[in-house]
């Protein structure tokens, strides 16, 4: 009993110092996840309102094959055995202990690469966990970044939106889709795939982060029925809202994967204090019942002992 008494005690002594960090760890979490999920809603209607911006001017312009901006709105015509291009933006955390968040975000962007060819396929990776796992396996990003996980404003993405627009334009790319994990509640986040260009019909952002098929689509607009004044014109308005549409969107989707992170980390880290608990809960029982049978043992040797000398 003396060296099990030992042994329960150190296990005990070890889970209990692990429960603590994991209760703090979880406690801190859950603080940073208000604050994302906060951000994250605070710009939901200004990525929604500039994707109904773009929808109602798109209602009232008929786009000209040699408007280069109609490249946004349309499907590219590929020529017949040209296989597509795709740049993939995936976000994923800069630390792990969050559950199966980087993971299922990794497993869609490797999906997409083996569908279409490492050669066809640029990645984008933001987050340090996903960076080293594309290194890992082989997948070397074309760019990487660190996420800012407490994101204020677009000034960490502005350069990849950029790259990414000027891409599209130039026609080095045929789409661009963003991964990363969508913002449900607490305990429910939803891998996605969203299409950035070229620019998807949908009446809100939330419409549009459906997963995407491999085919291309093309914007298709129903009238609005309402006549608006454009200045200096309706083409120049979307050479201008269409790069910030692809900065607001790209920026709305790191808030997104932001507050999914933490809310996953706080969920992950409650788990394990829980099962931590449990572990100590029998642990406990277990110590417990080892010293009663030694007591019950010693007990029965002095009883037979007195009943040997009588």
């Not at 329960?8 to 692990?18: A, D, E, G, T, Y």
């Not at 960090?21 to 929604?48: D, F, G, H």
């Not at 630390?95 to 199966?100: D, M, N, Q, S």
């Not at 661009?176 to 809100?204: E, I, N, R, W």
């Amino acid at each position: 009993m003396a060296v099990q008494g030992r042994e329960i005690k150190n296990r005990l002594r070890s889970i209990k110092n692990s429960k603590k960090i994991t209760k703090a760890m979880e406690m801190v979490s859950a603080a940073k996840m208000r604050r994302a999920v906060q951000a994250a809603l605070n710009t939901r209607a200004y990525a929604n309102l500039l994707w109904g911006l773009i929808n109602r001017v798109m209602s009232q312009v008929e786009l000209n094959p040699s408007d280069p901006v109609r490249r946004f709105f349309v499907a590219p015509q590929l020529p017949a055995g040209q296989p597509e291009h795709i740049t993939a933006i995936v976000l994923t955390s800069n630390r792990g202990l969050c559950g199966a968040f980087n993971s299922n975000v990794i497993k869609r962007a490797i999906k997409l690469v083996k569908r279409h060819g490492r050669s066809q396929v640029e990645l984008i990776a933001i987050g340090k966990k996903g960076v080293n796992t594309f290194n890992t396996i082989g997948i070397k990003a074309e760019l990487a970044y660190a996420k800012d996980d407490t994101a204020k404003d677009t000034g960490s993405i502005s350069e990849i939106a950029a790259h990414v627009y000027q891409q599209f334009k130039a026609g080095k790319t045929d789409r661009v889709l963003v991964l990363y994990t969508d913002y449900h509640s607490a305990v429910l986040q939803v891998p996605v795939t969203k299409q950035l260009f070229p620019l998807l019909q949908a009446g809100s952002i939330a419409e549009a982060v459906e997963n995407v098929t491999d085919v291309a689509h093309s914007a298709t607009v129903e009238p609005t029925g309402t006549e608006y004044l454009y200045e200096p014109g309706k083409i120049d308005v979307l050479d201008y809202v269409v790069p910030r549409l692809a900065e607001v969107q790209i920026y709305q989707a790191l808030l997104e994967s932001n507050a999914s992170e933490h809310s996953a980390r706080m969920l992950a880290m409650k788990n394990a204090t829980d099962a931590a608990g449990d572990m100590i809960d029998e642990l406990v029982l277990a110590f417990n019942r080892a010293r009663q049978a030694v007591i019950t043992k010693e007990i029965a040797e002095i009883s037979a002992g007195t009943a040997a000398v009588s």
